[in-house]
């Protein structure tokens, strides 16, 4: 791990260190091999109370080196024996830990008024990379509600959505499994530590999705849930996707946090009508009247995104090649790394490790070329990790 990213993650762990104040730390210039000197007054020049700053003076040297281990085998170990899951991780799923310093880190949730600072994976992070759509809603549907999450999450996910949500009980769980089953891609977004299963009962359900897709948290582990981790675990499953689809939810359910910290990150709204008269369809009935996009069934969501679906990549691929100027200027925007990744796949569609093994590149610039083309509309991923050209 680089300096200042372990001094990031270190910070991150802190007691008492919030994303504001490590933001004024970084903004200050501050985040340097210096700050494994800092005495209190250092710390109190960083804008901590004095307090703070006293407790931070011996503090954070420990957080360091407790830090330095979490790219060893030992931490890896301990992780999996803290869950549980020694030997049940069938695809030698390892916690990654990836900071906003990193070239791989989720542009699209680093575009957020507050992405984190540091996130814990468990599982493939290459999933961050996958066009992503987060469904939420009630953790107690109703039948409709339960088939509606099962309709669409499927459809979504056999179409190549990563299906993003919060392993809560309910609809979260629904549109997890359903990925699974569907042979997808799916995200879960813990409101606490990456070694914390909760609920407990979705045990079984944490193993299938940590090796088959991914577990991320920004809480380090360890971290019990907390009521308070939740709103905050909602605006990174907001972030991470393209849109959020509320498939059912009271007036009050937590799933219209989600739907307003997406539409904060300038990203999609939709929402799933129900009977008036169901008190599970009130708060989706709500934001379908404040303007979200109503959905009655997979095709409404699509249809937003129709230059992401592998069924348009040969349409779209013949008019760059005829000569379409709007497709011409796109592909004149490309960089060199770009370039090269493009030509490669014209020859056919690749997996990661496929084009990493040609490029030679490393993972992190790898990902950000290729993450880079996505935004840019010239290639798509499949499930699998398998990238193709639009």
Partial sequence: MKIDHLLLVALHECEGIGWKTINRIIE???LHEGLLTYGATDWRQCGLSVERANKMAIDYPAAVERCRNYQSDEHDIAINQATGIMGKLTNGAKVSIITALDDHYPQSLKSTPQPPWVLYGLGRVECLFVPAIAMVGTRLPTAYGRKMAENLSSEMAEAGFSIVSGMARGIDSIVHKTAIKSRGTTIAVLGAGIDVIYPPENRSLYEE???TGLILSEYPPGTKAHPGFFPQRNR???GLTLGTVV????ARSGSLITADLAL???RDVFSVPGPVTSPKSRGTLDLIKQGAKMVTCSQDIMEEYDYLLPNRAENTYNKMRQGDQ???EMYERLTNDELQIYHMLEQ???SLDEIMERTGWDFGHLHSVLLSLILKKQITQLPGAIYKII
Avoid: C, K, L, R
């Avoid at 498939?247 to 009271?250: F, K, S």
């Fill in 348 to 350: 056919g569609q690749g």
């Fill in 264 to 266: 904060e990150a300038g």
């Fill in 326 to 328: 709007h497709s011409s």
């Fill in 28 to 30: 200050g210039g501050h």
């Fill in 247 to 250: 498939v059912e939810a009271d």
């Fill in 209 to 211: 999705i940590a090796n």
């Fill in 236 to 238: 990174i499953i907001a």
